[in-house]
C-alpha cells in the first residue's frame, strides 16, 4: 500500500471516530431532553396538613410535575409515603392543598410527631406561657417572628418600680397551643407557645418567667432587629415628644437625631437664661457702685405699677396704666 493510500485511510478513520462521536453525544442530548420534558407523578396533599396530622391514604393523591421541576425529597412512589402495616408518618409543617409532600416536613418511618425535628443545630425549643393578652389574642402562629418582652418589679431604695424590657427580639415561633375553632365555632386562644431559641436565651426565658410576666410582640417577617433598646418605667407612660423612652418613633419622632434636637433646644434656653441672668447682675452691680459713691444712701423709690416681659434675650418694661394706649 503506497503512502498515499495510508494516509487517505488515517483521515477516514479518524473523521470516521469523530462522526461516531458527534452522533452518540446528540443521541443522548435527545434522550435526556425527552426524559426532562416528560413528567413523573408526585405525593401532593389532598386536604389542609396541620402540624400533627398522620399522613394517611385518602390525606394524599399524585400529580403529574415536569421532571425539570420535581421538588427534592418530594414522594414519587405510594408505599415509601404510606407503607402498608405501618405506622403512619406525622407532618411536622402545615401544608395546603396541592403542595408537595416533602421528607423534610414529616417523619420518617415509625416516627412520632417530635418538634426536635424541626431544630436547626445548636437551637432549643422552649415553651413559655401566654394568655389572650400576651399571645396578641391568637393572631402568632407556628413560623411568626415574634420579640419577647419582659415585665417585672425591681425594688428600689424605698420603693418597688416596675420595669418593661424587650428581652429577645425576632425569634421564631415553632409550635402554638391553639386550635382553629372550638365546638361552637368560636377561636381557641394559646395557653404556650413553643420558640426557637439558643440554649443561653433558653436560661433567660426560665428565669424570666419566675420573675415577671412575658408578653410576644408579633414582628413583621423579614425585618431587621432594632439596634436600640430601652427600660421604659412608670415615668415613661405619659406621651411626651422630649421625655420617656428616648429610643427613636419614625411616626411620631422621625429620626434618630431627635434626642440631639431635644439637647440643642435646652442648651439654647440655658444660654438665653444664663445672659438674662448675666444682664441683670451687671445692671445690680452697676447700680451698688454708683450707690457707693455717693456716699449717702437714697431713699427708696416708690413702687411702679410696671412689668418686665422677655422677649427672647430682650427685656422690656411695660407699664400697666399705659398697656394698650
Do not use: C, H, W
Amino acid at each position: 500500500m503506497s503512502r498515499q493510500s495510508m494516509i487517505a485511510l488515517g483521515v477516514a478513520l479518524l473523521l470516521g471516530l469523530v462522526a461516531v462521536f458527534l452522533a452518540n453525544s446528540y443521541l443522548n442530548g435527545t434522550r435526556e431532553r425527552a426524559q426532562l420534558a416528560g413528567t413523573t407523578k408526585v405525593a401532593v396533599a389532598a386536604v389542609p396538613l396541620a402540624y400533627g396530622t398522620d399522613i394517611t391514604p385518602e390525606r394524599i393523591r399524585f400529580v403529574e410535575f415536569p421532571n425539570s421541576s420535581i421538588p427534592a425529597g418530594a414522594f414519587t412512589n405510594a408505599a415509601l409515603l404510606v407503607p402498608a402495616g405501618q405506622k403512619p408518618r406525622i407532618a411536622l409543617l402545615p401544608m395546603g392543598v396541592n403542595e408537595p409532600i416533602l421528607a423534610s416536613k414529616i417523619t420518617g418511618q415509625g416516627q412520632g410527631a417530635s418538634i426536635a425535628a424541626l431544630l436547626p443545630a445548636g437551637m432549643r425549643a422552649a415553651t413559655v406561657r401566654i394568655n389572650d393578652v400576651s399571645g396578641v389574642a391568637g393572631f402568632v402562629q407556628p413560623n411568626d417572628s415574634v420579640d419577647v418582652l419582659i415585665t417585672r418589679s425591681v425594688q428600689g431604695a424605698d420603693r418597688s418600680t416596675q420595669l418593661s424590657d424587650v428581652l429577645l427580639q425576632n425569634v421564631r415561633v415553632i409550635a402554638i397551643d391553639q386550635n382553629a375553632k372550638n365546638s361552637d365555632g368560636t377561636p381557641a386562644v394559646a395557653r404556650t407557645a413553643t420558640l426557637e431559641v439558643s440554649p443561653i436565651d433558653a436560661q433567660k426565658l426560665a428565669l424570666a418567667q419566675d420573675v415577671g410576666t412575658l408578653s410576644l410582640v408579633l414582628r413583621k417577617p423579614g425585618e431587621t432587629n432594632n439596634p436600640v433598646v430601652e427600660t421604659v418605667s412608670m415615668n415613661d407612660l405619659r406621651y411626651n415628644m422630649y421625655g420617656g423612652a428616648r429610643y427613636p418613633a419614625p411616626a411620631s419622632v422621625g429620626v434618630f437625631g431627635m434626642g440631639a434636637v431635644a439637647s440643642g433646644i435646652s442648651t439654647a434656653m440655658g444660654r438665653a437664661g444664663a445672659q438674662i441672668v448675666g444682664e441683670k447682675s451687671r445692671s445690680s452691680g452697676g447700680s451698688a457702685r454708683r450707690s457707693s459713691s455717693s456716699g449717702a444712701r437714697k431713699p427708696a423709690a416708690p413702687p411702679k405699677n410696671d412689668i418686665e416681659v422677655y422677649r427672647g434675650v430682650k427685656s422690656d418694661q411695660v407699664k400697666v396704666g399705659d398697656y394698650g394706649r
